[in-house]
């Protein structure tokens, strides 16, 4: 069941290092618990493991969340397939994009009005497609999966998602707050890089079959 793990690219092997030398509080150690549990419980029946991160605009801390943790799963050379959806569509919010491009992802783009970003931490890794869209695109083609809330207005709003076996409030807060302020950049890569300390811990506490 294990994957080959993936050579990151240079500049993001930086950035993870820096982001896995983050202090993580216990009381985020208790939020994270239940996601790793039910990763690990997805192993041990030798089951797919899907991941669907969830946000109501899917526009930044879901599409940090889903690159995210499909890079820590990379990483370690965990098999795990990691969406991300909302309940509204709008765009990958080109402010998170950005951020994403300063950590060290290589990043093109396709369309206009709500373009599909092609997102590769890695010179041998297909990319991470990043766009918004529902929770239930065919896109997220899961149909059992675990749905991380990334957000409070979501995690209260979706009282029932179709097809999740499991429901995990993993939550952030909104680097939106600090847009167009002088703080935004620095806003943003700080909220990517609490969201990448936390998926890296996350994976790096499961444990693959030998």
Known sequence: MQTQKIKMLPTLETTIEKARQLNISDERIQVLNPLIEYIQSKIDQGKDINLNFICTHNSRRSQFAQIWAQTAADYFGIPANCY???VEVTAFNERAVESIKRSGFRVTAKGDTNPVYFVFNSDDNEPI???SKLFDDPINKADQF???MTCSHADENCPFIPG?????PV???DP???DDTREESARYDER?????SEMFYVF????MPK
């Open 192 to 196: 990517s890089m609490q969201i990448a």
């Open 204 to 207: 790096s506490k499961v444990n």
């Open 171 to 173: 939550r952030y807060e």
């Open 164 to 168: 999740t076996e499991k429901r995990i």
């Open 84 to 86: 991300s959806g909302g």
């Open 146 to 148: 675990a749905a991380v």
């Open 129 to 131: 497609s990043a766009f």
């Open 176 to 178: 939106k707050a600090f």
